[in-house]
């Protein structure tokens, strides 16, 4: 597989409680994003990693989210103390910085849930 | 802040014609605007890019435009299918490369 894989693809959980997700990049990319969205709306800008550094963070990215990129590899972003505000698709792209026309790939994005 | 406005109001269209769908956007115009698709509960795909100096990129039946006087581009699907259904999204890109996109317009095709 050459795309974009996240994992969980559904997470239901508690309000209150830690969630982590996973995302692996295609392989030779060195850029690695992450997105939130909710029903009815575009994509939001999260965060987004050159490599391992973590070079830009979207306000939107409250001191309860982190995000993770050891090695320059897979990506894994942690919501801790979830709220329902927190429920929204979650997704990660990936592209290779080559030159200024770079489309974004993306995974299939993992749904949280927060009750 | 750089924002992009796309119709939130679905279009639906009859199989064979042409669905046109409209991204506006504010400030400063960027130096690309992507379009892409999505279809539910899955991440979107890139469709088409377009620069500001062009004014038009087609591919297949997809053909893109790009005013920088009115701020706005046009995606344009010629031939439209059912399959053609799903909610597109403009996009712009801002330093680093990450997007800023519109909230989407879906569209139906009816057979």
Redesign the interface.
């Known amino acids: 597989d050459t795309g974009v894989s996240q994992d969980p693809r559904h997470k239901i959980t508690k309000r209150g409680q830690n969630v982590t997700f996973r995302c692996d990049p295609i392989s030779e990319h060195n850029r690695l994003y992450w997105y939130r969205q909710t029903l009815g709306q575009g994509p939001e800008f999260l965060t987004y990693f050159q490599n391992e550094a973590q070079l830009e963070k979207s306000r939107l990215l409250s001191d309860r989210f982190s995000a993770e990129r050891p090695k320059g590899s897979f990506s894994t972003l942690e919501i801790q103390r979830t709220e329902q505000g927190d429920s929204a698709m979650y997704l990660c792209a990936s592209s290779f910085l080559r030159d200024k026309n770079t489309e974004a790939f993306f995974g299939q994005g993992t749904r949280l849930t927060v009750v | 802040s750089q924002k992009?406005e796309?119709n939130?109001e679905a279009l639906n269209i009859q199989e064979g014609k042409t669905a046109t769908l409209t991204c506006n956007y504010t400030n400063y115009s960027p130096?690309?605007l992507?379009w892409?698709r999505q279809d539910p509960?899955?991440?979107?795909?890139?469709l088409l890019?377009i620069?500001e100096n062009e004014k038009e990129k087609r591919k297949e039946r997809l053909k893109v435009t790009f005013d920088t006087t009115l701020k706005q581009s046009l995606f344009h699907i010629t031939a439209s299918q059912p399959a053609d259904s799903a909610t597109y999204?403009c996009?712009r890109?801002n330093a680093?490369?990450?997007?800023?996109?519109?909230?989407?317009t879906r569209l139906m095709v009816k057979p």
């Open positions: 992009i796309q939130s130096a690309y992507q892409y509960g899955r991440g979107p795909v890139f890019l620069r999204l996009a890109r680093g490369n990450m997007l800023t996109f519109g909230g989407g």
